[in-house]
């Protein structure tokens, strides 16, 4: 008989509509749990939520109830999480995957942009972190929340800077966190992806960047998908940083 680790769990992944977001919320409905497709834009978040009911089919019966939903925010705004945390009452995994990149050089960005890449890549996981935490605090059943950091936030490359400055934040959050929602129960832990076949990287994977990767390739949604239920499982991982990039950052 099929083992559902994550069944009767409670998971809000947020850029669930994006690429990596939208494989990490299939593979925690595969795994059981019940998810809350969460992002920025309405029609995209409907689209997806359809796309995982039908991968999911049919309800699998009684000893596997599960309820998937969408929930419209932006992740920079602190309002928009506790309508989220209100909507959502008994949530055990948050996976903080929203993000934007960046392609310019910092001398061209102008404010308004350095505001949006900052809210979308590290004030909404701030956000979000202390907003879910506090819920499950209060709930005292403990929880885990998973940061979609980047390798951007270790190596260098030209017209990140802004993005990069936000990823390598994430670490920072996430390792003091560790540390100070581990009484709780609570583990936070980060994945560090490399270049990963999305929207996000559409038109970069030329032959000269995949020869650069140890591996040869991009990777793939589903290969940072495991990786987060590895992390969202595996009740030891606490401020567990995972490369997860081919071994770019060893080169
Ligand atoms: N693809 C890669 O190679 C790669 C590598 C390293 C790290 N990452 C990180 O992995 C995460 C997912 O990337 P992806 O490639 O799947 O990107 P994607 O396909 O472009 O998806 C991005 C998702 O984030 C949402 N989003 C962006 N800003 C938001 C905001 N302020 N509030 C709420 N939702 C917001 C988008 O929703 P809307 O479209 O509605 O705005 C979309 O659902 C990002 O954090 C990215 O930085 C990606």
């Given amino acids: 008989m099929a083992s559902y680790a994550l069944a009767g769990k409670k998971a809000v992944i947020t850029g669930a509509s994006g ?15 019940s998810v809350v497709l969460a992002g920025r834009t309405r029609s ?54 929203a993000g934007e ?22 004030r909404g996981v701030i956000f979000g972190c202390k907003m879910v935490g506090r819920q499950m605090m209060a709930r005292r059943r403990g929880g885990c929340i998973i940061n979609i950091s980047s390798l951007l936030a270790h190596k260098g490359v030209i017209g990140t800077s802004v993005y990069a400055a936000a990823k390598a934040g994430q670490l920072g959050l996430t390792t003091a966190l560790s540390a100070e929602l581990a009484k709780h129960g609570i583990r936070v832990n980060a994945v560090l992806p490399g270049y990963i076949e999305t929207d996000m990287t559409d038109g970069l994977a030329n032959k000269e960047l995949q020869k650069k990767i140890p591996l040869g390739r991009f990777g793939t949604a589903s290969e940072v998908a495991d990786a987060v239920a590895f992390l969202a499982k595996n009740e030891y ?15």
């Avoid at 049919?58 to 992740?75: A, F, K, N, T, Y």
């Avoid at 990149?101 to 590290?122: F, M």
């Fill in 19 to 33: 690429g990596i977001g939208f494989a990490i919320a299939s593979r925690f409905a595969k795994e059981g749990a």
């Fill in 44 to 97: 995209k978040l409907q689209r997806s939520l359809a796309e995982l009911q039908e991968m999911m089919g049919e309800p699998r019966g009684l000893e596997l109830p599960q309820s998937h939903s969408i929930h419209c925010l932006d992740v920079g705004e602190m309002r928009a999480w506790g309508r989220l945390i209100k909507d959502n009452k008994e949530i055990d995994y948050l996976v903080n995957c």
């Fill in 101 to 122: 990149p960046q392609n310019s050089l910092l001398l061209r960005i102008d404010e308004e942009t350095v505001d949006g890449l900052l809210a979308s890549n590290l």
């Fill in 237 to 251: 991982a606490n401020n567990c940083i995972l490369n997860l990039d081919g071994g770019l950052s060893a080169v």
